[in-house]
């Protein structure tokens, strides 16, 4: 494979008969739509152009323009990619199947992704925090990740988010990097950035991380380490970004906006301008565990601060961080933006298994990783079911909104605080995407 020796792409077929494509070594996921499931499979085992051609037009009758447009564009790509290679007489494609793993999906629903949590420990303690206090010292054993790890894998999953608490404390953090990598998946990594320097950056990237995110609060040192409740915690994640661009490991900076920080978050469109593979994510403080009667001046979240986010949304384009795009790659009915539930489940450092990070609560558990597969929770979790069952259309305020392929109903943590209803509309989206 000329040129491309260190290329990895895990190549998946979903069960809506989408593409996943994942490049390994670049830590991304694009995704194909709209393409016969059957014709793409047919492709990918290495089928003469002309068959296929053949055989889309017989199966897709007046469609087959279509199909065929989209077909060679996928084409393209994947040579681009150096997937595939025409052979000498230009009638067929040869697979490069050195480093390609293809997975043909078993599912009921696509799963694409899986946050675990490796640790509720933390070396912090900041004001705004959703992990309840009172944290849990007992954890799952190396080798349970290490079979969650397997699972996933087995099931397609393309990217495994690492997180906690503060993942880079746990004592094997490095080995459950280098295992997810050495399956082939994507991995992030959430950190806080208090042990981030050049030997961790270094380990890090020999363990294949390719992409983290971590958390800023503020632009200023006083602002950040006042809620982070660290002294010289930004600073220290400052001092690392250079390091972090040296080694092309791609970084979101993400930003828990208050009224007490939001007009900051503007300073960081110059600030990172200068850096290629670090962008800025910035989202909204949520008053899980009623944090905000306890904290009230740091985490008030007022109409003044939603707009300025949504300002910065729109005039940060450059430096502001697509992570989210992946999820809006789908046109679905089904409710939230963010995937959970519908291509996203997680795992809670006991290895309870909920819809999202933050909703760690008995009425949103699916199941227990100890003594049940993670297949069968995702396929046959009740309160998986009965999530998947409502649909945008079911939701009176989203069902008429101009905006609602935009915002699919907004975070299901947000509609659930406010209207006591993870099957509700978000308010904060609707100010969001419908008010000026
Ligand atoms: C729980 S932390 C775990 C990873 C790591 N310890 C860190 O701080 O980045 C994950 C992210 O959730 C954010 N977060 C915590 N509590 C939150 C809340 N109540 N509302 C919104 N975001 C919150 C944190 O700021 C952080 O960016
Ligand atoms: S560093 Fe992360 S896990 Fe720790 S208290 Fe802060 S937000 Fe929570
Ligand atoms: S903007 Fe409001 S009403 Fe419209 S889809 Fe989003 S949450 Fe629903």
Partial sequence: ??????ERFRVKLRTDGALAITN??????????????????LLLKYSKSSHVEKLILEKMGENAENVLGKLEHIIDELKDMNIINEEKNNTSYKINKQN????????????????????????LRCYHCYIDNDILKREMSIEKIQDIIDQAAEMGVLMIKVTGGEPLIHKDFFKIAKYIRDKNM????????????????NNMYNCGV??????????????????RRKKGN???IKQALPILEKNNIKTILSFTATDFNVSEIKYFSEYLKEFKHIKLNASLFM??????????DMLNVSNDTINELKRCAYTMQDVWSKKMDYGFTYSNDNIGYCGAGNFSMYISSIGEVYMCPVLQENSFRLGNVNGERLKDIWE?????????????RDIDKCNSCQKVNECRGGCRVRAYLSNDSIYSHDPISCSMFLED
């Fill in 1 to 6: 494979m000329e040129g491309v020796e260190n």
């Fill in 24 to 41: 390994i070594e670049e830590n991304k996921i694009k995704v194909y739509k709209g393409i016969d499931k059957q014709i793409v499979a």
């Fill in 100 to 123: 390609l793993d293809i997975y043909s999906e078993n599912l009921t629903k696509s799963l694409d992704e899986i946050y675990i949590e490796i640790t509720k420990r933390c070396n």
């Fill in 186 to 201: 994507l991995l992030r990594v959430y950190t806080n950035g208090t042990s981030l320097n050049e030997d961790v950056i």
């Fill in 210 to 227: 390719k992409e983290i995110q971590i958390s800023v609060d503020g632009f200023y040192d006083e602002t950040h380490d006042s809620i």
């Fill in 234 to 236: 930004l600073n220290n």
């Fill in 287 to 296: 008053n899980y565990h009623n944090k905000q009667e306890c904290n009230h």
């Fill in 380 to 392: 046959n979790s009740e309160a998986l079911n009965e999530f998947r069952k409502y649909k945008l």
